[in-house]
């Protein structure tokens, strides 16, 4: 069964940090671009970043170049997102998703997707 699964969520206050998981079965993360996206109820998703093994990273969005970056562990078939300096518009449902691109497609490609991992940040 093909699945991704993302964890690592959960509050934290502005200025701290978090590292989200996504983990997949029933492939090979590796060979595949990766997405990670965000949403806020009744907002639009956003993309964040998307890293590929052809162009390395690509931010979707300016507001998190310098304080989020993606890294690949093969050995655990899992990807990261490491997000630093948090601020409380990071806010959001975190998903991954994948893309049989070598580049960083439009959302529109991205597919399967996790279940997302809520990431609160607040004082």
């Known amino acids: 069964q093909v699945q991704l699964v993302e964890s690592g969520g959960g509050l934290v206050q502005p200025g701290g940090s978090l590292r989200l998981s996504c983990a997949a079965s029933?492939?090979?993360?590796?060979?595949?671009?990766i997405g990670w996206f965000r949403q806020v109820p009744g907002k639009e998703r956003e993309g964040v970043l998307c890293i590929s093994n052809t162009y390395g990273t690509t931010y979707y969005t300016d507001s998190v170049k310098g304080r989020f970056a993606s890294s690949r562990d093969n050995a655990k078939n899992t990807v990261y997102l490491q997000m630093f300096l948090l601020k409380p518009e990071d806010t959001a449902v975190y998903y991954c998703?994948?893309?049989?691109?070598?580049?960083?497609?439009?959302?529109?490609?991205?597919?399967?997707w996790g279940q997302g991992t809520q990431v609160t940040v607040s004082s």
């Open positions: 998703a994948t893309a049989a691109t070598r580049g960083c497609p439009p959302e529109r490609d991205f597919g399967p």
């Open positions: 029933g492939f090979i993360l590796d060979d595949y671009t």
